[in-house]
């Protein structure tokens, strides 16, 4: 079967429940760590963030002059390093940048700094991967446009393929980087869990994201409206992986937003039904949410409208 353009429309597989609203986003991860001064200085030099409110334990930082918070840091003394292999949860949050040209810079800017990266081409995007000070993964990437897309039957296509570095230094110009600019997002999450048919039927199923890749050794992409992924599920952590514990560098929670407080709802009501229980809710309509954990612990908070996310 050979590739043809992904037009929308024409990839992915539906849940068997609803479907998320086209219209979602993802809001800020909260992250465990160890050394607050320490955190806040790497995220600040080396991805460009700005402190946007804090305090002895925590911090909120934003890209440009945004009034949301894109990821909240909070502070544990003590807390032990995020382990390479064997823990279930957080591969990486990923920050999707406006264009490519800033994908560029940023690039130059690393260089520049001696920060080491990885990095990829997965055809619907181009990626930079980075390990901040307490081992948790970080991604920055570019969207490629979306009539660049291509897919083989309903499975949208994802590589790992060399990036062509060559190529973004010389799209960044000669704009020198400062930092993340406005317009940068939260993009996906990927999460390593323990099994992908448990993590389709709690992620598509019950919540509702489409299934858009399934053939990429170890894992399994999903996402709403016709985007790439905007999450990602592996089992590259191995069969004997267990959840990371209170006293490690983690993930404590992710965030997906809804356009209405009536979406929120309906999913609580879905989520219900299926047998999962969400551990906190608020049905006020100027603040409304729930949080529920996965199958392996790691909790997401679903909420609409979406109030500013420099409140812990």
């Known amino acids: 079967?050979?590739?043809?353009?992904?037009?929308?429309?024409?990839?992915?597989?539906?849940?068997?429940?609803?479907r998320l609203p086209a219209g979602l986003r993802l809001g800020p991860v909260h992250l465990q760590v160890a050394d607050l001064g320490r955190s806040v200085d790497y995220y600040q030099r080396t991805l460009g963030l700005r402190v946007a409110d804090a305090d002895?334990?925590?911090?909120?930082?934003?890209?440009?002059?945004?009034?949301?918070a894109l990821v909240h840091l909070h502070e544990r003394p003590g807390v032990r390093p995020a382990p390479t292999r064997r823990r279930l949860g957080l591969f990486h949050f990923a920050i999707v940048v406006p264009d490519r040209a800033t994908l560029g810079r940023f690039v130059r800017h690393l260089?520049?700094?001696?920060?080491?990266?990885?990095?990829?081409n997965h055809l619907v995007s181009e990626s930079l991967y980075?390990?901040?000070?307490?081992?948790?993964?970080?991604?920055v990437y570019a969207d490629r446009p979306r009539?660049?897309?291509?897919?083989?039957?309903?499975?949208?296509?994802?590589?790992?393929?060399?990036?062509?570095?060559?190529?973004?230094?010389?799209?960044?110009?000669?704009?020198?980087?400062?930092?993340?600019?406005?317009?940068?997002?939260?993009?996906?999450?990927?999460?390593?869990?323990?099994?992908?048919?448990?993590?389709?039927?709690?992620?598509?199923?019950?919540?509702?994201?489409?299934r858009t890749v399934w053939h990429?050794?170890?894992?399994?992409?999903?996402?709403?409206?016709?985007?790439?992924?905007?999450?990602?599920?592996?089992?590259?952590?191995?069969?004997?992986?267990?959840?990371?514990l209170a006293d490690e560098a983690r993930l404590i929670e992710w965030t997906i937003d809804l356009p209405t407080a009536d979406d929120v709802a309906a999913l609580q009501t879905r989520f219900v039904e299926a047998g999962h229980q969400p551990s906190n809710a608020s049905a006020d309509p100027a603040n409304s949410y729930f949080v529920i954990a996965d199958p392996w612990g790691t909790p997401l908070r679903v909420r609409s409208p979406r109030a500013s996310t420099l409140v812990p």
């Not at 992904?6 to 849940?15: H, R, V």
């Not at 390593?192 to 598509?204: C, K, N, P, Y």
């Open 56 to 68: 002895a334990s925590h911090a909120a930082l934003t890209a440009g002059d945004a009034s949301d």
């Open 147 to 210: 009539a660049e897309w291509r897919r083989v039957g309903r499975e949208l296509q994802m590589a790992t393929d060399p990036l062509d570095i060559t190529s973004l230094l010389r799209e960044a110009g000669d704009t020198p980087w400062t930092s993340l600019p406005i317009g940068t997002r939260m993009g996906h999450l990927h999460l390593h869990v323990g099994r992908l048919d448990e993590a389709s039927s709690f992620f598509s199923d019950a919540l509702g994201f489409d």
């Open 216 to 244: 990429y050794p170890g894992a399994l992409f999903l996402s709403a409206g016709g985007y790439h992924h905007h999450l990602g599920t592996n089992v590259w952590a191995g069969p004997d992986a267990t959840p990371a």
């Open 1 to 18: 079967m050979q590739d043809e353009p992904a037009d929308p429309g024409t990839y992915g597989e539906p849940p068997r429940g609803a």
């Open 111 to 120: 260089g520049d700094i001696d920060a080491r990266a990885g990095a990829a």
């Open 130 to 139: 980075l390990q901040d000070p307490d081992n948790l993964g970080i991604e």
